[in-house]
């Protein structure tokens, strides 16, 4: 069993309920927010970097811009509907790699939707509140 940041059990949890009928992906997902527990230390998302800069460089050379647009997850933008805080959102994979990114020389490559998503993520639906456990249940 792996303890986050927070002292709380999240390797054995498969969906957690939160407020209003959220319900979230935990597990295994919630390691990759903690830097100690292996899931995605930032050796790993080092290697990103470079493979970032290694799609930037010729793209550019042939004067195409490169952009890299993270997929956050919603454990990330809708921490605000956790019961229980069991990860730390600063230490989001999307968060940890734009911050390498950011000392790149290709950080202009970096298309930062975080941040939008966060402050819009009151205004509209931007991602399901429930999860389906399968495609049946998804399309109906």
């Given at each position: 069993?792996?303890?986050?940041r927070?002292?709380?059990?999240?390797?054995?949890?498969?969906?957690?309920?939160?407020?209003?009928?959220?319900?979230?992906?935990?597990?295994?997902?919630?390691?990759?927010?903690?830097?100690?527990?292996?899931?995605?230390?930032?050796?790993?998302?080092?290697?990103?970097?470079?493979?970032?800069?290694?799609?930037?460089?010729p793209?550019?050379?042939?004067?195409?811009?490169?952009?890299?647009?993270?997929?956050?997850?919603?454990?990330?933008?809708?921490?605000?509907?956790?019961?229980?805080?069991i990860?730390?959102?600063?230490?989001?994979?999307?968060?940890?790699?734009?911050?390498?990114?950011?000392?790149?020389?290709?950080?202009?490559?970096?298309?930062?939707?975080?941040?939008?998503?966060?402050?819009?993520?009151?205004?509209?639906?931007?991602?399901?509140?429930?999860?389906?456990?399968g495609?049946?249940?998804?399309?109906?």
């Amino acid at each position: 069993m792996l303890h986050g940041r927070f002292g709380k059990a999240i390797y054995e949890r498969r969906r957690l309920r939160g407020q209003d009928g959220w319900l979230f992906l935990t597990g295994l997902l919630a390691t990759l927010y903690d830097r100690n527990a292996g899931g995605l230390p930032d050796a790993k998302l080092g290697e990103w970097v470079k493979l970032i800069e290694t799609r930037a460089k010729p793209l550019e050379r042939m004067g195409n811009q490169y952009v890299h647009m993270p997929g956050p997850e919603k454990l990330t933008i809708y921490d605000n509907k956790l019961r229980e805080q069991i990860v730390d959102r600063r230490l989001s994979p999307a968060l940890r790699l734009g911050e390498l990114v950011r000392h790149s020389p290709y950080a202009h490559v970096w298309l930062d939707i975080v941040q939008p998503l966060r402050a819009a993520r009151d205004q509209r639906p931007l991602f399901r509140k429930r999860i389906h456990t399968g495609m049946r249940k998804a399309l109906s």
